[in-house]
């Protein structure tokens, strides 16, 4: 190319638009939705706005009335004493002008390309930025529809690539121009080599917005509607109520009492009234989030919803799941409630449930959710076998039930959990369960291990005990088992080392339809 | 009892790698043991030079352990991954398949470069996994880096 400067530096072509019909995936450059400088800083402006003309409201009364000015300054009432309201409200007006034609700017510079290999977005007025994502790196993608973009139509579609801020982002599609556009996407991530699908009939019409509003979560034509776990109202009121922060709450709550009983200041009561709004609103809005959650399986990847309002509605393709953890707080053990969390290799910006990030894919649930959701979310272990032996690995209290459990001199530094602390290796996987209290249950697919690691410290060589860590990407599982058998330690080391390497080797998921 | 996998030989690290570590811990030893020594040399308080004396002992059990902490250190190339130990009182073995790789750094500070040697490092997708290969002969770890990079081409793997 004779053309020193990069192409996709260069002014864009005209682009069309997001919502126009036809294929978005096509490779060619295409613009965002129009609505886009108004849902990303518009609101802003307008709430300036909003202010100003109230403020403005209170001195027109004044005028009108006879009321005199306050005491107080007003740069309003000094403006109009000084009969500059003339050139403010030019100033204004320019103002205007020049942020509207900064965001008309913005948004048609603002463009993204889907071609066969890789997702492109290119931004910014003068310092253009370009960002190039592979399809068969993909991680997830997300579309979040906040509470104003749902009312008119629009949709946030993030895609997530290993790395840390390795997402590109397109805000705002149409909604369904957005479901559309990841439903490509992942055809064109899994390696099919098929012909291009039958688009969606284009849903942007009034009633289509207002269908969408009432929509459930999952596209009906895309995905198979049902969710496999549905959200109880009770338990997820019962799960707020019986975590962790509820007793921490309960403790101050009882320390302020006992403080202004023996004190006799009562000040602190009044001292801790807005802190217990603020917690309150962190219930509420723990509670919003995780109301309407779904997750569901398609044939490219499971997909998991959350979100009352601002709803959030992610795909993650097989393969994507390096890690995965059922756990279960003390307080939700007489109500038999679960919770399970998954380490991935990249992190969407938007939150899940509950404000956690998106990396619990199950906020609550039963025994039985917690097997369908495994199911999912371990698409190797579905046999009966496996599943019986993860549910062993969850509620047994140990012994001899397919796991190789830490020996009994390990009770010196696992009291109450030496019977149950042990692994499993299976087909596919590696199992860790630990914790006879805070019980939970680790599996690693051992096809995503990055490297295992086997250590001893100086007291449990006195022990004859050793350490396992399977590492695995950063995330909020750490699969790591203490306190077994040294030699059983050195055995499995050997073991989850082989299982790591065979299971890379035969492992397809990356283009997940191809194989 | 301590653990040993039931495998062929380690590769050891240079000796020559006693050198520099004995000369880095040392410095820092210095370093710590004056900075401490700081408000026992300003007060002219006995009770002051606790710190700095028992720190003083705990560098030089640990400089005097430094051979045989080197002579602990070992690395095993297998047929599809890199095997890698090190640490006495606190024994840390470590496997990693070949098509984990992300990349490989060759590192070498001053100390090395005066006694020619390198130090290699295995980086995967997780942070965790932490391959750090000191004292390599700077031919040795250049040699091993491109093996490492064919043996990993030829297994590639998703992430």
Known sequence: MSDPVPKALEVPPPASRASASGRLADGEWHCLHPATPLLKGGIALIAILGVIVVNL???????VIGG???????????????????????AIVGGLLIFIAGFYVSWRMHTFRIT????????????????????????????????????????????????????????????????????????????????????VASRASATGVISDLLAPELAPDVAPPESVVQMHLGRLIGSLLLSGFTVFLLAIIAAVIVVSATTREFFFLFGFVPAIIGMGSYYVSKFTRSLRYSIASTPDGIRVGFGLLSTSNETLPP???????????????PAGWWEIKINRASHSSAKGAAGQANTTILPVGNLADVRKVLELVLPGLIDPEAIALLERGLISRGGNDGFTNSPRRARVIRWFSWRRNGFAIVPGAVLLR???????????????????????????????????????????????????????????FGDVADAAVRSAGADTSHRWRSA | MRLELAT??????????????????????????????????????????????????????????????VRAMGYQLRDDDLVFRKGLMFQRFVAVPYGRMQLVDINRGPLDRAVGLSELKFVTAAASSGVTIPGLPEADAEELRDRLVALAESRRAGL
């Open chain 1, 116 to 199: 066969d290999e890789q997702v492109e977005v290119r931004s910014g007025i003068l310092f253009r930025t370009n960002r190039r994502g592979r399809l068969d790196r993909i991680q997830g993608i997300n579309i979040v529809r906040p509470f104003l973009a749902r009312l008119v139509g629009a949709a946030r579609l993030e895609i997530s690539v290993a790395g840390q801020d390795a997402n590109v982002h397109l805000a705002y599609l149409g909604s369904a121009a957005a479901d559309e556009l990841r439903r490509e996407i992942l055809l064109l991530a899994s390696g099919t080599v098929s012909e291009a699908p039958g688009g």
């Open chain 1, 434 to 492: 630990r914790g006879a209290i805070w019980r939970d249950l680790v599996v690693v697919p051992a096809a995503r291990m990055q490297s295992v690691g086997l250590h001893q410290g100086p007291l449990l060589r006195r022990l004859r005990l050793a350490a396992i860590r399977l590492h695995t990407v950063a995330g909020p599982v750490i699969p790591r088992l203490g306190a077994i058998d040294a030699d059983v330690a050195v055995h499995a």
């Open chain 1, 57 to 63: 409201r209170d001195v027109f009364i004044n005028i």
């Open chain 1, 319 to 333: 393969g994507r799941i390096h890690a995965v953890q059922v756990s279960q707080p003390l307080l939700w053990r």
């Open chain 1, 68 to 90: 005199g000015p306050g005491e107080e300054y007003d740069p309003f009432v000094w403006i109009i004493e000084h009969d500059y309201a003339g050139l403010i409200v030019l």
């Open chain 2, 8 to 69: 062929s030989e380690w590769r050891r690290v240079s000796p020559k790698y006693v050198v520099v570590d004995l000369v880095g811990n040392l410095i820092f030893a210095i370093i710590v043991v004056s900075a401490t020594s700081v408000p026992a040399l300003v007060t002219h308080t006995i009770f002051w030079w606790a710190l700095p004396a028992s720190l003083a002992i705990i560098f030089i059990i640990a400089l005097a352990l430094t051979p045989r902490r």
